[in-house]
């Protein structure tokens, strides 16, 4: 990681409300160009963190450092970095232009020059016929940019935005998304994005940090974060997984040798932290496939399904009463009677052993 | 008529605006009654003639007028040159006036932000706070002020046994008094509309401002103060407006210096030495001034919202 130039760096951040801790001492490197995406249920911490990056909030611990410089005792208005709010937050009494120029006169641009980039942003967000518009005249998804324009004017070092799609419909969030990652790519600067929707950030970023009760869960690309998670939470907050209860017998290295309930052995990856002892196997709904009784990894009993169009959701028990999720493609196979009995095969690789 | 209900549901707006001018008798009537006509009588009255013991004679003239702007001499047959007393005590309450509104307005604005930025429960209280002194008769209050800062009052014997004066301050009877009689009467006007801007004001327009290098004093000038800016032309109006054509605060609280436009209308209905048609032409010329200054914001209101 050493040759790739730290946009931000966040050292073991802490954030307390009088006796409440918000943040337990977090900490993740934000790469210069990256698309970086916090996730989390509401609560978690991750608007926290980001009001702490962008100075509106004290931490009570620890650094963020800027480019290496650390930021943490400075007030917002001296720190190099926008923001795009989940309300906008824009000018009502200003136009759009004058919205998208605040910045730069603020730090010391001409008004020429400031009109000039101000256009300039406009237009890279195609809102440039709107210029002389005030904020209420437009739609939502117009405000969106324009609180996206605002912010990218003065040429921030990272972008922060903050929920910024969820004000919008779904048809118009998943036409902004695309848009987004483009801009970003087109300016390389680098977006620290806080979503609680896994969707938006499983599409958008190019890493994921997931966190929970104020502490980082995993930080990795999204397809490590859906293939490869760490932890329960994780597994269970992105996507559908299940999550299996096994004996562990033996951990070394990234492999464990685990028993699954009714007693067949398996040797799967494990996360770092994986100990011998009780332990939970994550195998998502869709890499488990049926077969004959007997056969397979584990014996399990029919018990409904819900058909979803694209696939067939086949829920199943376990002969310990655990629940099972499989997921059928559309037209591979027969939907089981319900109380059949049936094994059911774990692909290759699929599987992995939980830290807890 | 239960089963006839969705039926008249679906019909109401049509029934509803052939009704809307007769629902809207009772406001007409009332603005009629209450306002037109007695701007209307007013009117009237500065036209006629005035009867020695009060009241009127059905006599056409603009004698109530010219008496205002014109000096003709003590016995009126001098040529006329412009009569400053009166354009004096009203440019005196429009001074006083205006100061009144500016204190109210330094003072009522950082208590009605503080107020809107109190946790809501204690913001009801704090309102609260700011209305106990109305459920006193003004005219009491007013009196109560006087006996607070006379010479014998407790402000002068507080200052006086603290040693910070050798000799009670007059303050009876001085443009001082008068200010802090138009201050005290009309400051929660100018609280409450600035409180309603504020606390509908989004905070987070603050944190953007900050967010793109503003510091707090260019946040204050260039965003909050113009966001809010209704309330505070609200709360400048109302105090302005009874503050100028106020007569307890000036009549009690100050002398002969400090006689004011409400007092001179005042004295003009009250006894026989009134004068009725001279009263009512210096309402009609205050409630002119005061029409100017409400259209002139209006105009400046709509324009600002065009551009």
Same mark, same amino acid.
């Given at each position: ?50 009001r ?5 909030e ?78 209420? !005249? ?14 990218? /004017? ?12 969820s ?56 397809r ?10 994780? /597994?269970?907050?992105?996507?559908e ?57 584990l ?22 009463? /655990? ?5 059928? !493609? ?25 830290a807890? | ?9 679906s ?5 509803y ?16 009654i ?10 009237v ?44 005590i ?29 946790p ?22 007013t ?74 004093w260019t ?26 054509g ?10 002969a ?13 009250k ?23 409400l ?13």
């Open positions: 990681m050493l040759d790739v130039a730290q946009a931000v760096e966040i050292d073991s951040v802490v954030k307390r409300y009088g006796t409440v801790t918000a943040l337990h001492g977090v900490s993740m490197a934000i790469a210069e160009g990256e698309f970086f995406t916090l996730l989390g249920p509401s609560g978690c911490g991750k608007t926290t963190l980001l702490c990056i962008a100075g509106f004290q931490v009570s611990g620890g650094a963020i450092r800027l480019h290496g410089e650390d930021i943490a005792p400075l007030p917002p208005h001296k720190r190099m970095v926008n923001t795009v709010f989940q309300n906008y937050a824009l000018f009502p009494h200003m136009t759009v232009l004058d919205n998208v120029t605040f910045g730069l006169l603020r730090r010391g641009w001409g008004t020429r020059d400031a009109e000039a980039r101000g256009r300039e942003v406009l237009r890279l967000v195609q809102l440039s016929e709107f210029a002389q518009r005030r904020p209420g !005249q437009l739609s939502g998804g117009q405000q969106q940019r324009v609180a996206l324009a605002r912010a990218l /004017a003065p040429r921030p070092k990272v972008l922060l935005l903050d929920e910024p799609l004000a919008l419909d779904l048809k118009l969030r998943q036409a902004v998304r695309s848009e987004l990652k483009s801009i970003q790519r087109e300016t390389g600067i680098a977006f620290v994005f806080v979503t609680h929707d896994q969707e938006e950030a499983l599409t958008m970023s190019d890493r994921i940090a997931v966190m929970s009760a104020g502490h980082v869960q995993q930080v990795g690309p999204p490590e974060i859906y293939e490869a998670p760490q932890t329960r939470f994780v /597994a269970d907050f992105i996507g997984t299940n999550l299996i209860d096994v004996t562990v017998t033996q951990v070394s290295g990234a492999v464990a040798r685990l028993q699954l309930p009714g007693g067949a052995a398996m040797d799967c990856p494990a996360a770092p932290g994986a100990r011998p002892g009780p332990g939970h196997l994550s195998v998502r709904p869709e890499r488990l496939s049926l077969c004959a009784a007997g056969q397979g990894d014996a399990a009993v029919m018990q409904d399904h819900v058909y979803l169009g694209t696939d067939t959701q086949l829920l199943m028990r376990l002969a310990d009463g /655990a629940r099972l999720v499989v997921r059928q !493609q559309a037209g591979s196979g027969t939907v089981p009677d319900p109380g059949a009995a049936l094994g059911l095969r774990i692909e290759a690789g699929a599987a992995r052993l939980l807890d | 008529m239960a089963g006839a209900a969705p039926q008249g549901a019909a109401g707006s049509d029934i605006r052939g009704n809307g001018p007769r629902l809207l008798l009772p406001v007409w009537l009332w603005v009629g209450f306002l037109v006509a007695p701007v209307l009588i007013m009117a009255y500065s036209v006629l003639t005035k009867e020695f013991r009060g009241g009127v004679i059905w006599d056409f003239t603009l004698a109530a007028y010219d008496q205002f702007f014109l000096d003709r001499g003590l016995f009126g047959d001098e040529p006329p040159r412009i009569e400053w007393t009166y354009i004096g009203f440019w005196r309450s429009i001074w006083q006036a205006g100061l009144a509104t500016v204190l109210c307005l330094l003072i009522g604005f950082p208590t009605a932000w503080f107020i809107a930025t109190r809501a429960r204690v913001r009801s209280v704090w309102l609260f706070l700011i209305t106990i002194p109305y459920w006193v008769n003004l005219l009491i209050r009196v109560s002020m006087k006996f607070l800062i006379r010479d014998t009052g407790p402000l002068n014997e507080f200052l006086l046994w603290a040693g910070i004066i050798d000799t009670p301050l007059a303050l009876v009877n001085t443009n001082f008094a008068v200010q802090l009689g138009l201050f005290y009467s009309y400051l929660p006007f100018m609280v409450l509309p600035i409180y309603a801007a504020v606390e509908r004001y989004d905070f987070s327009l603050s944190e953007a401002a900050a967010d793109l290098y503003a510091d707090s946040t204050l000038r260039l965003i909050i103060l113009p966001v809010v800016k209704p309330g505070i032309v609200a709360g400048c109006i109302l105090v302005f407006v009874p503050s100028l106020a007569f307890l605060a000036p009549e009690l609280l100050g002398g210096k400090t006689f004011m436009i409400g007092s001179l209308i005042e004295e003009q209905f006894g026989a030495a009134g004068n009725w048609p001279f009263g009512a032409a210096a309402s009609m010329i205050l409630l002119s001034i005061v029409m100017a200054v259209l002139l914001h209006a105009r400046a209101q709509t324009k600002g919202d065009r551009t």
